[in-house]
Nanobody, 124 residues
Framework: QVQLVESGGGLVQAGGSLRLSCAAS????????LGWFRQAPGEEREFVAA????????NYGDSVKGRFTIARDNAKNTVYLLMNSLKSEDTAVYYC?????????????????WGQGTQVTVSS
């Protein structure tokens, strides 16, 4: 139905910024609720951010609130994660997710479609 491809990950020093992108193909993202999750080695997949279909509602994990921003650009069929004031504990593989039926969700298992992930490494 929809294919998601993340990009923008890399190595950054603590305090720096990165912008992750998740480009969709096959369907228009305006039909989907979108989310970002991350997973560090040995840890469970953690909710990072979510945005509703119309972009009017957002939700953030406590660990990133005030530092990260999720945004969607329907014209580019892309969802972004703007990460500021990065910390070493932000190091993880970041995944974008989409679901046609959800309004908005913080639960990873609620999302039907996932990208392949992009590595973010923050050096202290």
């Amino acid at each position: 139905q929809v294919q998601l491809v993340e990009s923008g990950g890399g190595l950054v020093q603590a305090g720096g910024s990165l912008r992750l992108s998740c480009a969709a193909s096959g369907r228009t993202l305006s039909d989907y609720a979108l989310g970002w999750f991350r997973q560090a080695p040995g840890e469970e997949r953690e909710f990072v951010a979510a945005i509703s279909r119309n972009g009017r509602s957002t939700n953030y994990g406590d660990s990133v609130k005030g530092r990260f921003t999720i945004a969607r650009d329907n014209a580019k069929n892309t969802v972004y994660l703007l990460m500021n004031s990065l910390k070493s504990e932000d190091t993880a593989v970041y995944y974008c997710a989409a679901d046609l039926q959800l309004t908005i969700s913080t639960i990873s298992r609620a999302y039907a479609h996932w990208g392949q992930g992009t590595q973010v490494t923050v050096s202290s």
